[in-house]
C-alpha cells in the first residue's frame, strides 16, 4: 500500500444515534393482519409474541418499539395509524432497522412499498423482510423489492377479483347484504334481515308525515324534537338521512343490490352504479315495514315536489311544504300561483297572498286582486262543510268518480310475464355465449313501460284512495264540527282558484265547490 494513503475502516451503515449504548441497533417490528377474524386476531397476537422474542434474542439488536395495525387493508397506508408512526420514529431517528413479515405484510401497492423504503433509506434506516431474506440497504434489494412488490400488487388485485365474483355471485342468488350498524328499522339475525319494532315506528312515521304533506326538513325538526334517534343512534337528523329513507325499497320488502361498485382495488373507492355493473332487483326478499300501496304514493308525492309547478309563462316553482296552501292557490287570470307574505301596512301587520306576476317581472301583466289569509281559509272551511252539507248528493258524484278510475290494471303482470321470458333467453344467450345484445335492448325497454305501467297504476291508486278517503270523512263528520285544520286541508284541498269575486276550490276526490265573497 502506498505510503501516501491512510485507509479509512468503513462505519456501520446504520446510525448509531445518542443512545446510552451506541454498539446496539435499534431495531423495530412491524406487523398486520387484514381482517378481524378471530383466526386472524390469534395470527396477530402470535406475530407480537414473535418479534418480541425475536429481538429479544439478538444481543446486539435493542427492542425500539412494536408497530401493529389490526384489520387494516395492506393496499393503502393512509389508514394505517401504527405504520405511519412508525415511518415517523424512523425519520426522528429513533429507528435503526425495521423488521416485517412479508413485503405484502408492509404494503401490497408497488408505489407505496418504494416509496416509503426509499425514504427510509435516505434516513440510512434498513427494512428487513424475512419471508423474501431481502434487507433494503443491500446493493440488490431494491430490485428485488420492485419485483416482490410487483407481485404481491398483482396478488392483491387477484384477490380483490375473487371477492368480487363472490359478491356477484351471492347477488345473484339474492342473497340481500346490508350493514345494519346504520340503517333505521332492521337488525340482522342469521344474515336475515329482521324488523326491529322500535325503530320501525320512526320509519312508518317519516312516511306517513310526507304524505301529510311535511317537507323532509320539517320532518327532521319533529323528530330532533321528540328526541328521536335515527340509525346510527344520534339524535341529529339531516335532510338527505329522511330523503335516503323515504326512497330506500328495503322498507317495502325489495332489495336492489350493487347500487355502488369498487372502481379502483388500491384506494377502495367506491361510486354510484349507473349502468356500468349489472344490478340485480329481489322482490319481496324480507319482511316489509311499509306497505307497497303506501311506498308507491311516497315515491309519486316526491316526484311531484321534484317536478314543482311550471307556469304558463314558463317559470318553475318548487314545491314548499312551509303551509298547507302553498302551491295550491292559482291566479285566474295568468295561471301563476300565490305566495303568501307578510304584510307590514302603516304599522299594522298582517299575513296576505298575492299572484307572482304581481310580485315578480314574469312577462304578464296581471291585476288580480290581493287575498288576505283569514278570507282564504274562511273560503276553504265553507267549502268542506258545504260537501257536508250535502252529502247525497255529493257521495253520489265520488261513487261515480271512483268507477271511472277503476280499470284494468293487468298490464304490469303481463309485462312481468314477458320480462321473464327474456331473462331467460339472455340467460341462455350468455351461457353459449351467443349474441345477446338484442335481447338486452328488448329487457330495457320493457322495463320502461314497466315504469310507466306501474306510475299509471300508482296515480290511479291515488286518485281511488283520495275519493275513498273523502267518502270516509264525510261519514264520518258534520258540518257544525268542521273548524280550519292544516292536516284536514292538505288532504282534502287539490287546488284553489281565486277569482275576482269568488273562489273555486277543487277537491283531491275530484269535486268542485264554488264559494262566492
Same mark, same amino acid.
Given at each position: 500500500?502506498?505510503?501516501?494513503?491512510t485507509?479509512?475502516?468503513a462505519?456501520?451503515?446504520y446510525?448509531?444515534?445518542?443512545?446510552?449504548?451506541?454498539?446496539?441497533l435499534?431495531?423495530?417490528?412491524?406487523?398486520?393482519?387484514?381482517t378481524?377474524?378471530?383466526?386472524?386476531s390469534?395470527s396477530?397476537?402470535?406475530?407480537?409474541?414473535?418479534?418480541t422474542? $425475536? +429481538?429479544g434474542?439478538h444481543? #446486539?439488536?435493542?427492542? !425500539?418499539g412494536?408497530f401493529?395495525? =389490526?384489520?387494516i387493508s395492506?393496499? *393503502?397506508?393512509?389508514?394505517r395509524?401504527e405504520?405511519?408512526?412508525?415511518i415517523?420514529?424512523c425519520?426522528?431517528?429513533k429507528?435503526?432497522?425495521v423488521?416485517?413479515?412479508?413485503?405484502?405484510?408492509?404494503a401490497?401497492?408497488t408505489?407505496?412499498c418504494l416509496? $416509503? +423504503?426509499?425514504?427510509l433509506? #435516505?434516513?440510512n434506516? !434498513?427494512?428487513?423482510?424475512?419471508? =423474501?431474506?431481502?434487507?433494503t440497504? *443491500?446493493?440488490?434489494?431494491?430490485?428485488?423489492?420492485?419485483?416482490?412488490?410487483?407481485l404481491?400488487?398483482?396478488?392483491s388485485?387477484?384477490?380483490?377479483?375473487?371477492?368480487?365474483?363472490?359478491?356477484?355471485?351471492?347477488?345473484?342468488?339474492?342473497?340481500?347484504?346490508v350493514?345494519?350498524?346504520r340503517?333505521?328499522?332492521y337488525?340482522?339475525?342469521?344474515k336475515k334481515?329482521v324488523?326491529?319494532?322500535?325503530q320501525?315506528?320512526?320509519?312508518?312515521r317519516?312516511?306517513?308525515e310526507?304524505?301529510?304533506?311535511?317537507?323532509?326538513?320539517?320532518?327532521?325538526?319533529?323528530?330532533?324534537?321528540?328526541?328521536v334517534?335515527?340509525?346510527a343512534g344520534?339524535s341529529?337528523?339531516?335532510?338527505a338521512n329522511?330523503?335516503?329513507?323515504?326512497?330506500?325499497?328495503?322498507y317495502?320488502?325489495?332489495?336492489?343490490?350493487?347500487?355502488?361498485y369498487?372502481?379502483?382495488?388500491?384506494?377502495k373507492?367506491?361510486?354510484?352504479?349507473?349502468?356500468?355493473m349489472?344490478?340485480?332487483?329481489?322482490?319481496?326478499?324480507?319482511?316489509?315495514?311499509?306497505?307497497?300501496?303506501?311506498?308507491l304514493?311516497?315515491?309519486?308525492e316526491?316526484?311531484?315536489?321534484?317536478v314543482?309547478?311550471t307556469?304558463p309563462?314558463g317559470?318553475h316553482r318548487?314545491?314548499?311544504s312551509?303551509h298547507?296552501l302553498?302551491?295550491?292557490?292559482?291566479c285566474s287570470e295568468?295561471?301563476?300561483?300565490?305566495?303568501?307574505l307578510?304584510?307590514?301596512n302603516?304599522?299594522k301587520?298582517s299575513?296576505?297572498?298575492?299572484?307572482?306576476?304581481?310580485?315578480?317581472?314574469?312577462?304578464?301583466?296581471?291585476?288580480?286582486r290581493?287575498?288576505?289569509?283569514?278570507e282564504?281559509?274562511?273560503a276553504?272551511v265553507?267549502?268542506i262543510?258545504?260537501?257536508?252539507g250535502?252529502?247525497a248528493?255529493?257521495?253520489?258524484?265520488?261513487?261515480?268518480?271512483?268507477?271511472?278510475?277503476?280499470?284494468n290494471?293487468?298490464r304490469v303482470?303481463?309485462?312481468?310475464?314477458e320480462l321473464?321470458?327474456?331473462?331467460?333467453?339472455?340467460?341462455?344467450?350468455a351461457?353459449?355465449k351467443?349474441d345477446?345484445?338484442?335481447?338486452?335492448?328488448?329487457?330495457?325497454?320493457?322495463?320502461?313501460?314497466?315504469?310507466?305501467?306501474?306510475?299509471?297504476?300508482?296515480d290511479?291508486?291515488?286518485?281511488?284512495?283520495?275519493?275513498?278517503?273523502t267518502?270516509?270523512f264525510?261519514?264520518s263528520?258534520?258540518?257544525n264540527?268542521?273548524e280550519?285544520?292544516e292536516r284536514?286541508v292538505?288532504l282534502l284541498i287539490?287546488?284553489?282558484?281565486v277569482?275576482?269575486?269568488?273562489?273555486?276550490?277543487?277537491?283531491?276526490?275530484?269535486?268542485?265547490?264554488?264559494?262566492?265573497e
Amino acid at each position: 500500500m502506498n505510503n501516501n494513503i491512510t485507509l479509512i475502516p468503513a462505519r456501520n451503515k446504520y446510525r448509531s444515534g445518542q443512545i446510552e449504548d451506541k454498539n446496539k441497533l435499534r431495531v423495530a417490528a412491524y406487523c398486520r393482519v387484514s381482517t378481524e377474524t378471530e383466526e386472524q386476531s390469534a395470527s396477530y397476537e402470535a406475530q407480537i409474541d414473535h418479534y418480541t422474542n $425475536y +429481538i429479544g434474542n439478538h444481543p #446486539e439488536w435493542k427492542l !425500539a418499539g412494536i408497530f401493529a395495525d =389490526e384489520g387494516i387493508s395492506g393496499t *393503502d397506508t393512509k389508514k394505517r395509524d401504527e405504520f405511519n408512526r412508525m415511518i415517523d420514529e424512523c425519520v426522528a431517528g429513533k429507528i435503526d432497522m425495521v423488521i416485517t413479515k412479508s413485503i405484502s405484510r408492509f404494503a401490497r401497492n408497488t408505489l407505496d412499498c418504494l416509496k $416509503y +423504503i426509499r425514504k427510509l433509506k #435516505e434516513f440510512n434506516v !434498513a427494512i428487513y423482510f424475512e419471508k =423474501e431474506n431481502i434487507n433494503t440497504l *443491500d446493493a440488490k434489494g431494491e430490485v428485488m423489492i420492485t419485483i416482490m412488490a410487483s407481485l404481491a400488487q398483482q396478488e392483491s388485485q387477484s384477490l380483490s377479483q375473487n371477492i368480487k365474483m363472490g359478491i356477484q355471485y351471492r347477488f345473484q342468488q339474492g342473497e340481500v347484504m346490508v350493514n345494519c350498524n346504520r340503517f333505521l328499522g332492521y337488525n340482522k339475525v342469521d344474515k336475515k334481515l329482521v324488523i326491529d319494532p322500535e325503530q320501525a315506528e320512526t320509519v312508518k312515521r317519516i312516511f306517513r308525515e310526507c304524505l301529510e304533506g311535511k317537507g323532509c326538513r320539517q320532518i327532521a325538526n319533529g323528530l330532533e324534537a321528540d328526541g328521536v334517534k335515527n340509525g346510527a343512534g344520534n339524535s341529529k337528523w339531516h335532510i338527505a338521512n329522511i330523503n335516503k329513507i323515504l326512497k330506500n325499497e328495503k322498507y317495502v320488502g325489495d332489495a336492489l343490490l350493487q347500487k355502488t361498485y369498487t372502481v379502483d382495488f388500491l384506494t377502495k373507492k367506491r361510486v354510484k352504479n349507473t349502468g356500468i355493473m349489472p344490478q340485480y332487483y329481489v322482490e319481496n326478499s324480507h319482511e316489509a315495514i311499509i306497505p307497497r300501496d303506501v311506498f308507491l304514493r311516497v315515491q309519486r308525492e316526491l316526484e311531484k315536489r321534484r317536478v314543482g309547478h311550471t307556469s304558463p309563462n314558463g317559470k318553475h316553482r318548487t314545491y314548499s311544504s312551509k303551509h298547507c296552501l302553498a302551491n295550491k292557490v292559482f291566479c285566474s287570470e295568468c295561471g301563476e300561483i300565490y305566495r303568501r307574505l307578510h304584510w307590514n301596512n302603516k304599522g299594522k301587520r298582517s299575513i296576505v297572498w298575492r299572484c307572482c306576476s304581481m310580485l315578480q317581472k314574469t312577462g304578464v301583466a296581471c291585476n288580480v286582486r290581493t287575498v288576505w289569509e283569514p278570507e282564504l281559509l274562511d273560503a276553504v272551511v265553507k267549502a268542506i262543510k258545504q260537501i257536508l252539507g250535502n252529502k247525497a248528493e255529493f257521495l253520489k258524484t265520488l261513487e261515480e268518480n271512483i268507477k271511472k278510475v277503476i280499470c284494468n290494471n293487468n298490464r304490469v303482470e303481463e309485462i312481468d310475464r314477458e320480462l321473464g321470458e327474456l331473462q331467460t333467453q339472455l340467460v341462455q344467450k350468455a351461457s353459449s355465449k351467443q349474441d345477446y345484445e338484442v335481447v338486452a335492448e328488448q329487457i330495457h325497454q320493457l322495463r320502461e313501460k314497466r315504469d310507466k305501467a306501474i306510475l299509471d297504476k300508482v296515480d290511479q291508486d291515488e286518485q281511488r284512495y283520495r275519493i275513498e278517503e273523502t267518502i270516509a270523512f264525510l261519514h264520518s263528520h258534520e258540518a257544525n264540527g268542521v273548524e280550519y285544520d292544516e292536516r284536514l286541508v292538505y288532504l282534502l284541498i287539490e287546488k284553489v282558484t281565486v277569482y275576482d269575486a269568488k273562489f273555486l276550490i277543487e277537491f283531491k276526490s275530484g269535486v268542485q265547490v264554488k264559494i262566492a265573497e
